[in-house]
């Protein structure tokens, strides 16, 4: 079985496994390329059909798939046939909460991530570097296909994560909750679907408001939900109870984070309070894949994940104080904030 690190495996292996990394992520994208997740959903085949399928060579495809069977991301029912997994699952191209479209992302990511001594160098995100302008201005300026393919990603991935934030936090006892760049509103729907007092508001950048309108409408919320289009590091809509943050923070630097949390105290109600849903980084070997994630936002944007003083010193700055800790079933926290 493929383990990364672990104190049964010789060192020598453990660095072995470590510097071949990158083979495991291009073999993961060539499943989502070539849809192999899909093909074997319905039941096992050959090497030679799904090289037929997939206009590769069966040779080649052979080694790729007998690698992906020590991933555990197929099984190998019978010597020479695939068969899916719950790991494959993640990666077909219609499951609710697919990894596909994120994984997709990677043909475009692989570049920035082959730059990541140009950020430790710099301090400066290398994405900038390589295409000119910052991530977000690129994804709506010059391709917004990758913007459109972001999003989605961005939807199916946190997908997986709604259930455990609306388990975790009694969002009952809010008014209205402003979900601050809420994306296609994945997150706003289930809290409006578990809360039917709750009243909400999605906001987010003018294209992705646009994206956003059919689905909110297609879930049957569209009487409690308004859609709102700006800029979160000018102003939010006011009169909010409360303002939530999922996944935003992480992605900007301690300026702008401060800049988008006073919009937040200028806009809610003077008893209303900020709920930020992200990942606090445990110290230690704590928290591995929250700390490689942190280093692609290295590379891609000047964000940065954060340990639990960090935050606090984010929100002090900000004229807030955070009132608890939330542990959710997902490696996401809530962070419930007000102001101090
Ligand atoms: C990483 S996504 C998170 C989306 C959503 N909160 C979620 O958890 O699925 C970041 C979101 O912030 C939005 N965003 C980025 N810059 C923004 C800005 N200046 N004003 C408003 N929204 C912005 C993006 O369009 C995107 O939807």
């Known amino acids: 079985m493929f383990q990364l690190t672990s104190e049964k495996v010789p060192p020598h292996q453990q660095v072995l496994f470590m510097i071949h990394g990158a083979m495991v992520s291009q073999a993961v994208l060539a499943v989502v390329q070539l849809r192999l997740a899909d093909l074997v959903r319905d039941g096992k085949k050959s090497a030679a059909q799904l090289a037929e399928a997939t206009q590769t060579d069966e040779l080649n495809l052979y080694r790729l798939l007998r690698t992906l069977v020590s991933l555990r991301i197929f099984s190998e029912p019978e010597p020479g046939y695939f068969a899916s997994t719950e790991l494959s699952a993640c990666l077909q191209s219609d499951s609710p909460e697919s990894l596909y479209h994120l994984t997709l992302m990677l043909e475009e990511r692989w570049k920035t991530v082959g730059s990541l001594s140009y950020s430790l160098r710099t301090g400066k995100p290398a994405f900038e570097h390589l295409y000119g302008k910052d991530m977000w201005r690129y994804l709506t300026e010059d391709d917004p296909e990758a913007g459109a393919l972001f999003n989605r990603a961005m939807t199916s991935m946190s997908g997986s994560l709604n259930q455990p934030l609306v388990d975790a936090y009694d969002f009952s006892s809010i008014g209205t909750l402003v979900d601050v760049g ?98 606090v980084l445990g110290s230690g070997q704590a928290d591995l894949l929250g700390k490689l994630i942190d280093l692609v936002i290295m590379v891609t944007i000047p964000g940065r994940e954060r340990e639990e003083e960090e935050f606090r010193k984010l929100f002090a700055s900000a004229g807030l104080s955070i009132r608890r800790i939330l542990p959710t079933r997902s490696p996401y926290k809530i962070i419930e904030a007000v102001i101090a």
């Not at 706003?188 to 009243?199: G, Q, R, S, Y």
């Not at 300026?255 to 849903?277: F, H, S, Y």
């Open 182 to 279: 809420g994306g296609e509103g994945s997150f706003l729907v289930t809290a409006l679907e578990h809360n039917p007092a709750l009243k909400g508001v999605l906001f987010d950048q003018p294209s992705v408001i646009e994206q956003a309108r059919e689905r909110i409408a297609q879930a049957g919320v569209a009487d409690r939900c308004e859609l709102i289009a700006g800029d979160f590091l000018q102003a939010l809509p006011p009169g909010g109870d409360a303002y939530f943050l999922r996944h935003i923070l992480l992605d900007w630097d301690d300026a702008a984070c401060e800049t988008i949390l006073r919009n937040c105290v200028q806009a809610m109600k003077p008893d209303g309070k900020i709920l930020v849903a992200e990942s």
